[in-house]
């Protein structure tokens, strides 16, 4: 899995002639072990109350986040979303937007900004 997150984030940023390669290419294998052996998700069900969130504060690394999600079979994360990354209209924004049906838990841009909000979450669900 962790080379076809690479080979579809290089795809993506290659068409689109911008965005952010290096967190799809150096954290590939992590989220591949994080999403295969850790978190607790269903693509079928985006919205279930259980499942663990990830949450990708680095939201310039966005395609990682994309790419994983249509590995895992979230239905709103197509292959064409992915071929339309940074176009207008398109899922796939330079910074993800949130959007559950696609696995997509919160809007991040700029740094650090996740951190926050994963924390703000953990202590909803107390």
Not at 31 to 59: C, M, Q
Not at 94 to 123: C, K, R, S
């Amino acid at each position: 899995m962790a080379n076809a997150i690479r080979a579809l984030s290089m795809d993506a940023v290659q068409k689109a002639n911008s965005g952010h390669p290096g967190m799809p290419m150096g954290m590939a294998d992590v989220a591949t072990v994080l999403y295969s052996k850790f978190l607790k998700f269903d693509p079928k069900h985006p919205e279930w109350p259980n499942r663990d969130r990830f949450i990708l504060s680095a939201g310039h690394g966005s395609m990682l986040l994309y790419a994983i999600n249509y590995l895992t079979g979230y239905e709103k994360m197509t292959l064409e979303q992915i071929k339309n990354f940074r176009q207008l209209g398109a899922i796939t924004a330079g910074h993800p937007e949130v959007e559950p049906d696609a696995g997509i838990e919160t809007t991040t841009g700029p740094l650090g900004q996740g951190i926050a909000t994963a924390v703000g979450m953990a202590l909803a669900e107390k």
